[in-house]
Every structure is written in structure tokens, then in C-alpha cells.
């Protein structure tokens, strides 16, 4: 656990001991001098951020003999990522990025590719884990422990434990990969075989002059924990997994105790015992000749017993969940700024942001199933990542609106001349790499970063205004926005896209006056609308949000930039003055209202309920009725709920304040209607020409006063002849059906799923007829959904329990605005939003998917105060033409002077629309137009090997291959993802 019960660096080094006894680079030093005494014995390790940590420790000559004990098979890798990431919470992208950083470190320092997959912690299992994480990786074999209790007696049973599992149904066979579930759900020894020093198992006693000698019964329980994991499995070879969190400290202890179980047991002869690695298992496994039963679909939810279902964790910490996802999505774009900067020479100008990103894709960060004191642990490394690389990023913007204001930028595609760019940026640069281990360290923010930030946003004689970006706009929170409009300050924007497609959006932006007037960079005018800060923002969120939010809808170019000017009091001929919101009071007398789009209309009533959702292109509508809700948490001895579980008891509507009406704000470019909840609101609001209606929800603080546990809710009703199906989304990727069913113990909590992206509510398509409905939710953070009854669809928000549920952290989910647990400090107050849209089944993937990738990969916004507005060309792109739109540019990373990691994905499956789900060809010169590309090298998942594309041959549902490595033409088709490297010349 590379945090749980203690930080990350608290394990490392073994302190805080009251809390917990560990400390792995003990355990490193320990096991390493284990395997130097005897070259039979083998160890698996994981975990590459705790690895990494040790292995800068070492001295040349250690570090020599822990590569011998590689190359001789001593010492083998499972995994192999930064952290062992979690299936529910965690994004795809981020999944991919953690385990590429620790595959990197484990190829360049030690020549290690890993083979098999080892994902035996996390509570339940995803489809994307088996085919993308692990079959796309190149794994041979996954392993885990955790499935349901009632699925893993049946598996017992069958003889299924281990299984052939293909998790897509678009990649079918071509991504299947051979996984073992541990028939004790659990990743420790068996019983009675723990001999770590600090456990209480009995060690061999083999000396018969002495008392306790016990061989003769060791070797007993040996041979029958043998036996009984041999009945549940086929053929003639069972895994002992010989160790637990935390284990050899004292590796002599336990290393020693099995020397002498091989020994005796072999001895004994009714089993054969050796020391052996899960690549070797997983070789043996598939050349036994077995036939190994097929797995479909994925392992959620998981539940160890019938009144203890983990699904709770789904949103635990929601904060904490946007703030890790909102990081993930900002290095992507950051590595393609600094693609186009040139690079920080011999290190990522990124390796902060990389680090904390792929650290708390674990499965006890991104969960919010930590102690507090950790969790604010994690909060504090993503803070100090993003503050580092919004370094680079707004020293590039501040260079390439100087580059266009010095004449270059256009809209034809021209991209931007790198060398000119990394000119303008090289004092940044130059001073970076020396400065990127000290800001490593512990304590906050560092002082090095907070005096290079002050220098970046001073005004020197003679230098750019630095742009400077707001992390909290969704609290009406920036100052450089909120000042200039105060003191009458031309303010220029810059909003970059990081999609490869042209893109269209809503920008929002506090101000502090309602005279405002928005132009483009070359001065044509832009229209706007002035909308006033909601009181539950000005009350409970941001004290000192300004009166007013700018909205105004920016036009950007793929990849690229384009640049805005915003006026405050007086305003220039040409430009158009801000339309001020129009604001009425909903009270529940009289009629009600329509808030509408060129795509869509929402109907309320005469106090401010939604009560039908019409999609005026397609034609299709239905009744919808928008409530919120909580469920009572259970708290005692049964099962409380909890971090990790989810226990109701009963459920409460939550009516709208008769003495605070909702309220109807409406313009020509934004209409909202606000409702008040008391210690919840909702905001819903459409776009003058946007298909999805937008709902803002924010929940807290939630009162404990009553001694009850909440789990909050929001629940959207529809017409929708859904019966007993949901669709969610498995790690951003595929969309899985699920049925509920009504028979589980505790059939609400039984029947939540795991979303990162979307839900939806699909009714079934009747002789191909256009006329079944799709109804859809977007979110920007994992949550847990559930439909419990036919057309409902309901999203867990926030929880806060007064209970631990038993699961090990030992505290309840009880956070504050203070981030701190038992102090007198408010609840935490949680805001985030939905994209909620109806559409013809036929059709509804490409709405769903294109705005799950909006969200995916969110715009990059900055800000600067400028004497006076320099007219300059609109915008630039840095690719020569857009993607298709079923194709998303997923990662670049500049890996050297003269190598980009470049990964493409397919955003739809098989059959899931009727133009998208196809193959699409693209070429990567029109993605990196000014780089000349001499080589490009088709490379696994994690681009740590060569892929074997000659083994997919055979399979008509992949893209084909490469002709050469001077080939740049790459063929995507449906839910695939290819990585490459690409040399320049």
C-alpha cells in the first residue's frame, strides 16, 4: 500500500510505529540479503514507487547484485506500476499512465519487462483492467483475490478459479488473458504458513533434541492446505502466495521457514514444493493442456459477506476524487505544452505531476479509503504537482501569444516553429531539472516553487505579463479575473484545447462588474452574458466570489490555442456588451417555465421541478422528475457503513425550502433554474446551443446532529421501458450492461456500480426502430450509480459516516473543510456536475462519448492583466488537421531529444453506432506537422516492448499493422488503443 494507514514516505521509512509496523526499505535491505544467501529462493516484488525510493539509495555495488538477482530469475516483478491501481475509481488514462511511469523505471534501470498481472488488493474488478491493462500490456497472466463471496464458492464448486477472461466484447478473444482468482480471498499464506517475524504462526521446529519439535505437523497442514487448494483447481499446480502487506522486515525469518517446508515436505513425498514467481505459474498453467473456462464482463460489486458490500467507496472523498482526476486530465495536456516548448532536457518538465497522479491512482488514494492525515497527504502532492507544471504551462502560453503578437498564428492548421518557442522559454527550462529534487520533499507547497512562481508572475522591465490560471473557477474563485474587472483592467484570455478536435465551448469567468464586453484576440466581438454568483457559492464556498460569472462560448482550433480579450468598464466600439441575466422568482404560483437550446428543451414547473427533457432534434422526449435523497447509513455491530462499505437503512426525499423558491435566471446564452435544498443545492442550466442540460449539484456540509450516517443522492426519473437494465461505464472505456437484481441481501447497496465517466438508461431497440430512447449522465469524477427501479437512474454524491466499517482504516468518513476528522470544523462541502442528455438509442453513443471525452480532457484556461489589448491572429493549431471523431489523441510525452510517445485511441465499440463504430485511418505526420518523423516503432500498451502484431493477424476486428517503420499510416478500429514511439529526424 503505498499509503493507507500511514503516508507513502511513513511506510518507506518505518515511522509512526503506534499506527502501524512497517517499513519497506527494511524489508528491501532484508530480502535482497535473502536472496544473495541462497540462489534457490525467489521473491515477487510490486510496487514500483516504493522500489524507486530504494533503489536511489543504493550504492553502485548493490545495485549490481540486485540486477544479477534479475537476470537469474531471483527477483521477478509483477505489475510493475507505480502503484497497484484500483478498478472502480480510477480512469483508464490515469490506469495507463501510472503503469507505464513504474514499467519506464523498471526498463531503464534494471532491463525488467513484466509479465503477469497482480492486482490482488482491489475491492472488485474491471473489464478494462483484463483486456487493456493487462492483455494490452502484454501480460500473460492476472491475479487477484478479491471476488464476491457467493461467486467465488460457486467458482470453488466449478473448478473455475482460474479462467480465460476476454473483458471486451469488441476485442473479443484477441485481448483475452489467462486470470486466477485465490480461492481464500485473501493474498496471504495459507493458514498457519505466515512466518514473518511479527506474526504468531508457528516456525518450523526441526531439531528433535529440542521441545516444540512440530515437522511432522507442519508438513501435515502443508500437504492439506495443498489438497484442499487442488480441489478447486484444474491440473496439477497451486499457488502459495507466501507473504502479506508489509512482510519481511525480517526476511531471514520467513525465507528460513520455507527453505525447511520445501525441504521436509519434498522429503515427505505426497506433494512437490519449490520456490517459484507467478510468470512461471502462469507458463505451467497454460501448458498443462487444461481447457480453462471463459469469463465475460467484469467483478463488480464485491461483497465478503452478505451484509458487507463494497460500494460505498464508489464516491467516498468526492473532493478528493475531482481533485485526482482533475490532475490526471491537466498532465495531459501540460505534456503536450511541453512537447511543443522542447522539453526540460534530461528529465519530464511533468515529473511531479506524474508522480502524484500515478501514486494516487492506488487503491486506497483514488478510493478515499485512507486515514485522513493520508489522505491530506495526497491532496498536498497533486497541489504541488499541478503548482509546479502550471510553471511551464503558463510560460509556454505567455511565449506563444507573444510569437503570435509578433505576427505568426493562423487558423489554416500552421503549427506552432518549436525552436522559436523553446527560445523564448529556456531561462524556465534551464532552471528546472536542478530544481525538481528539491521540490520533492516534504512540508506543503515548497518555498522554491512559491518564489519561482512569484518571479513568473512579476513584471519585470521589458518581459511578459505571465499568464496565471484559476484551479477554482467552479467556486467563482480567481483573482487576476476578479481584480482587473474591479480596477477596469483589459484581461486577456488564453484557452487551450488539448483534443484533437475542433471544439466548441462554454468558458465561465468571475468578475466583479456586470459591465463587461468579451473580443477575440483579433478584436471581433464575442457574445456574452453576465450571470449573477448563486448565494450558496457566496455563502458556503467562496466568501469572497465577486457578484458575477462571464459566460461567453470560445471556438478552438485541435490542439491549440486561441486567445481572448475581456473588457471592464469601458468598453471599445467594437466590442458587445455583456447581456445582464435576467432573474425570477419561482415560487409555485402562476406557470412554469422552458429553459431551451437549438437542441433541447427542459420544462419546469411553477416552482422550479424539471418535469419533462424533449430532444427537439431527434424528436424524442420523456416525463423527468429530479430529485435528491439520502440514505441512513448503518451504524453497529452488524455492518456499519462506512469508507469502503455501503449499508442503507432507509431513505429521505429531500423537498426544496418552502422560504428559499428556486429561481429562474435566464439569457440569451445560458439559462439556469437554482434550487435549494437547505444543506444541498441544484443548479440546472442549458446552453443556447448545447444538447446535454448541465446539473451543478453541491451537498454539505452534511449535518451529523441526528447521529445518523448520510449517503447522498441525486435520482432522475424518466418514461425511459428500461426494466431491470443500466449501462456504466468501465474505466472510461467500455460500456457494461447490468441487471439488477432484487434478490442480493441488501439489494440497494448489492445493486450500486462503480461509473468514471457515464451511466445510462438504454430501452431496447424493437425491429431496428429509431423511436427507443437513450437517457445518459456524464460525470467529471467516479461515483456509484444505480437503477432500482424501470427509468430511474440514480448517482451517489457524498457520504459522511459516523461509523468505521471494519474494514481496517479504523476511523469513520467524517471530513471537514478543515481536512481534519475529530475538530471543530464544518463538514466538507462538495460541488461538482452532471452532463445529462436524451437521444435516440440509434444514435446516443456519439453525444455520451464526445462529451465524456469534454470532460476527460478539460480546457486549460489562464488569465493576465494587459495594459492594452495588442490585436493578434486568432488562434493556432499544432496538428495539421483534426482526428476523426471516433479517434482521441491520448498521451504525447517527449521521451528524449528525439523521441515522442504517441497513443491513439478508438472511442466507440463494435456496433455501438452506426458510422463511428468503424475502423478509421490516420496519419501521425498530420499530429506532429513540424517534426519530421524518420522511424515509427508499434510498442504494447505501456510502451516498455514491441508488439507482437503478427498474433493479431488473425483477428478481423484489429487494425492492421505497420508496413515498416517508415509507415506513419495507422488504421484505429473500434475500442482499440496503440501506443508507439516515433523518432524524429
Same mark, same amino acid.
Given at each position: ?374 489522505a491530506n497527504d495526497y491532496a498536498k502532492r497533486i497541489a504541488r504537482g499541478l503548482a509546479d507544471s502550471s510553471q511551464l504551462v503558463n510560460a509556454a502560453l505567455t511565449a506563444a501569444v507573444g510569437i503570435m503578437e509578433r505576427g505568426w498564428g493562423s487558423l489554416d492548421g500552421s503549427p506552432p516553429p518549436p525552436a522559436v518557442l523553446a527560445e523564448d522559454l529556456l531561462p524556465l527550462l534551464q532552471g528546472r531539472a536542478g530544481a525538481l529534487q528539491r521540490l520533492r520533499g516534504d512540508g506543503g507547497v515548497p518555498v522554491e516553487l512559491v518564489a519561482a512562481t512569484r518571479r513568473l508572475q512579476g513584471t519585470e522591465e521589458g518581459k511578459a505579463i505571465p ?318 450509480? &444505480?437503477?432500482?427501479? +424501470?427509468?430511474?437512474? %440514480?448517482?451517489? *454524491?457524498?457520504?459522511?459516516? =459516523?461509523? @468505521?466499517? $471494519? ?18 470544523c464544518r463538514g466538507l462541502v462538495a460541488r461538482g456536475t452532471h452532463s445529462v442528455m436524451l437521444c435516440t438509442a440509434e444514435h446516443g453513443a456519439k453525444p455520451r462519448r464526445t462529451h465524456q471525452l469534454r470532460k476527460q480532457d478539460a480546457l486549460v484556461v489562464a488569465f493576465r492583466g494587459v495594459p492594452e489589448a495588442t490585436l493578434i491572429p486568432a488562434a493556432f493549431s499544432a496538428v495539421a488537421k483534426p482526428l476523426p471523431k471516433n479517434l482521441q489523441l491520448l498521451t504525447t510525452k517527449k521521451l528524449g531529444p528525439k523521441k515522442i510517445l504517441l497513443r491513439l485511441a478508438h472511442l466507440y465499440e463494435a456496433g455501438e453506432h452506426p458510422e463511428l ?12 506537422? &513540424?517534426?519530421?518523423? +524518420?522511424?515509427?516503432? %508499434?510498442?504494447? *500498451?505501456?510502451?516498455?516492448? =514491441?508488439? @507482437?502484431? $503478427? ?35
Amino acid at each position: 500500500d503505498v499509503g493507507w494507514l500511514k503516508t507513502v514516505d511513513q511506510y518507506y521509512y518505518g515511522t509512526h510505529t503506534d499506527i502501524q509496523l512497517a517499513g519497506v526499505q527494511y524489508a528491501l535491505d532484508s530480502i535482497v540479503q535473502g536472496l544473495e544467501a541462497n540462489p534457490d529462493r525467489r521473491f515477487v516484488y510490486v510496487e514500483s514507487a516504493f522500489f524507486w525510493r530504494w533503489w536511489d539509495e543504493q550504492t553502485a555495488e548493490k545495485q549490481a547484485s540486485v540486477r544479477r538477482l534479475v537476470q537469474s530469475g531471483q527477483l521477478e516483478f509483477a505489475n510493475g506500476g507505480w502503484c497497484m491501481h484500483d478498478e472502480a475509481a480510477a480512469h483508464y488514462v490515469d490506469m495507463i499512465d501510472q503503469t507505464t511511469l513504474g514499467h519506464t523505471f523498471l526498463l531503464e534501470e534494471l532491463g525488467v519487462v513484466p509479465k503477469v498481472g497482480w492486482q490482488v488488493d482491489p475491492f472488485g474488478h474491471s473489464a478494462a483492467q483484463a483486456y487493456l491493462l493487462s492483455a494490452e500490456a502484454g501480460f500473460k497472466g492476472l491475479y487477484f483475490a478479491r471476488i464476491t463471496y457467493s461467486d467465488n464458492h460457486q467458482r470453488q464448486k466449478d473448478k473455475a478459479l482460474e479462467m480465460m477472461w476476454q473483458g471486451s466484447r469488441t476485442l473479443g478473444e484477441s485481448a483475452e488473458v489467462f486470470t486466477g482468482a485465490f480461492m481464500r480471498e485473501t493474498y496471504g499464506a495459507p493458514p498457519g504458513m505466515n512466518f514473518d517475524f511479527e506474526h504468531d504462526n508457528d516456525v518450523v521446529c526441526d531439531d528433535p533434541r529440542l521441545e516444540d519439535y512440530n515437522v511432522e505437523e507442519k508438513v501435515q497442514q502443508f500437504v492439506e492446505n495443498a489438497l484442499n487448494e487442488a480441489r478447486t483447481h484444474r491440473g496439477n499446480d497451486v499457488m502459495f502466495t507466501m507473504g502479506n502487506d508489509f512482510n519481511y522486515c525480517n526476511a531471514n525469518a520467513y525465507f528460513k521457514n520455507i527453505d525447511k517446508m520445501i525441504h521436509y515436505v519434498n522429503q515427505d513425498g505426497r506433494v512437490n514444493a519449490f520456490y517459484s514467481t507467478p510468470e512461471t505459474f502462469t507458463r505451467a498453467k497454460l501448458e498443462s493442456g487444461e481447457t480453462f473456462p471463459k469469463k465475460y464482463g467484469d467483478f463488480f460489486p464485491y461483497a465478503n459477506r452478505e451484509l458487507s458490500w463494497w460500494t460505498g467507496y464508489f464516491t467516498s472523498r468526492p473532493t478528493q476524487k475531482r481533485f485526482i482526476r482533475q490532475a490526471g486530465a491537466y498532465l495531459q495536456a501540460a505534456r503536450q505544452i511541453e512537447l511543443l516548448a522542447g522539453g526540460c532536457g534530461g528529465t519530464s518538465c511533468n515529473e511531479l505531476l506524474e508522480e502524484a497522479v500515478a501514486l494516487t491512482q492506488h487503491h486506497d488514494a483514488i478510493t478515499g479509503t485512507a486515514k485522513q492525515h493520508v489522505a491530506n497527504d495526497y491532496a498536498k502532492r497533486i497541489a504541488r504537482g499541478l503548482a509546479d507544471s502550471s510553471q511551464l504551462v503558463n510560460a509556454a502560453l505567455t511565449a506563444a501569444v507573444g510569437i503570435m503578437e509578433r505576427g505568426w498564428g493562423s487558423l489554416d492548421g500552421s503549427p506552432p516553429p518549436p525552436a522559436v518557442l523553446a527560445e523564448d522559454l529556456l531561462p524556465l527550462l534551464q532552471g528546472r531539472a536542478g530544481a525538481l529534487q528539491r521540490l520533492r520533499g516534504d512540508g506543503g507547497v515548497p518555498v522554491e516553487l512559491v518564489a519561482a512562481t512569484r518571479r513568473l508572475q512579476g513584471t519585470e522591465e521589458g518581459k511578459a505579463i505571465p499568464f496565471a490560471q484559476c484551479m477554482e473557477l467552479n467556486i467563482s474563485r480567481c483573482d487576476v479575473a476578479q481584480e482587473a474587472t474591479k480596477l477596469g483592467v483589459t484581461l486577456q484570455a488564453a484557452v487551450y484545447n488539448p483534443t484533437a478536435w475542433e471544439r466548441e465551448e462554454y468558458v465561465r469567468v468571475p468578475v466583479s462588474t456586470d459591465r463587461v464586453a468579451v473580443t477575440l484576440g483579433n478584436g471581433t466581438a464575442v457574445p456574452s452574458q453576465v450571470v449573477p454568483v448563486s448565494e450558496r457559492t457566496r455563502a458556503d464556498l467562496n466568501k469572497d466570489a465577486p457578484p458575477y460569472t462571464l459566460v461567453f462560448k470560445a471556438v478552438l482550433p485541435p490542439v491549440g490555442l486561441a486567445t481572448y480579450f475581456i473588457y471592464s468598464e469601458t468598453l471599445p466600439a467594437e466590442a458587445q456588451a455583456a447581456v445582464m441575466s435576467q432573474v425570477q422568482t419561482l415560487d409555485g404560483q402562476g406557470q412554469g417555465a422552458s429553459l431551451t437550446s437549438s437542441h433541447l428543451r427542459l420544462d419546469v414547473d411553477a416552482g422550479g421541478r424539471p418535469v419533462k427533457l424533449t430532444n427537439t432534434m431527434d424528436g424524442v422526449e420523456t416525463p423527468l422528475n429530479v430529485t435528491m435523497l439520502w440514505y441512513e447509513g448503518a451504524h453497529d455491530h452488524k455492518q456499519s457503513d462506512g469508507a469502503y462499505n455501503f449499508r442503507p437503512l432507509g431513505v429521505t426525499d429531500m423537498a426544496p425550502l418552502r422560504e428559499k423558491p428556486a429561481t429562474l435566471v435566464s439569457g440569451p446564452i445560458v439559462s439556469e433554474v437554482r434550487q435549494d435544498f437547505g444543506w444541498a443545492t441544484l443548479d440546472m442550466r442549458v446552453y443556447s446551443d448545447s444538447c446535454a442540460l448541465e446539473t451543478e449539484w453541491t451537498v454539505g456540509p452534511i449535518p451529523i446532529d441526528d447521529k445518523k450516517s448520510k449517503d447522498v443522492v441525486v435520482r432522475f426519473s424518466t418514461a425511459l421501458e428500461t426494466g431491470k437494465g443500466l449501462l456504466t461505464d468501465s474505466n472510461g472505456r467500455d460500456m457494461m450492461p447490468r441487471t439488477r437484481d432484487d434478490t442480493l441481501p441488501l439489494p440497494i447497496a448489492a445493486n450500486y456500480y462503480p461509473i468514471t465517466a457515464a451511466a445510462a438508461l438504454s430501452e431496447p431497440r424493437q425491429n431496428n426502430s429509431t423511436a427507443a430512447r437513450h437517457f445518459a449522465v456524464i460525470t467529471e469524477r467516479a461515483q456509484g450509480a &444505480a437503477s432500482l427501479a +424501470s427509468g430511474d437512474l %440514480e448517482i451517489m *454524491l457524498h457520504r459522511r459516516t =459516523l461509523g @468505521d466499517d $471494519g474494514k481496517g482504516v479504523g476511523e469513520p468518513l467524517n471530513e471537514t473543510m478543515c481536512g481534519c476528522r475529530d475538530c471543530n470544523c464544518r463538514g466538507l462541502v462538495a460541488r461538482g456536475t452532471h452532463s445529462v442528455m436524451l437521444c435516440t438509442a440509434e444514435h446516443g453513443a456519439k453525444p455520451r462519448r464526445t462529451h465524456q471525452l469534454r470532460k476527460q480532457d478539460a480546457l486549460v484556461v489562464a488569465f493576465r492583466g494587459v495594459p492594452e489589448a495588442t490585436l493578434i491572429p486568432a488562434a493556432f493549431s499544432a496538428v495539421a488537421k483534426p482526428l476523426p471523431k471516433n479517434l482521441q489523441l491520448l498521451t504525447t510525452k517527449k521521451l528524449g531529444p528525439k523521441k515522442i510517445l504517441l497513443r491513439l485511441a478508438h472511442l466507440y465499440e463494435a456496433g455501438e453506432h452506426p458510422e463511428l463504430s468503424s475502423k478509421v485511418e490516420v496519419d501521425l505526420k498530420d499530429l506532429l506537422p &513540424a517534426t519530421p518523423i +524518420s522511424r515509427v516503432q %508499434e510498442m504494447t *500498451l505501456t510502451g516498455n516492448q =514491441l508488439k @507482437d502484431m $503478427g498474433a493479431l493477424r488473425a483477428f478481423p476486428q484489429r487494425g492492421r499493422a505497420l508496413r515498416g517503420e517508415r509507415d506513419t499510416v495507422v488504421e484505429m478500429a473500434p475500442m482499440e488503443i496503440r501506443t508507439f514511439h516515433v523518432t524524429t529526424a
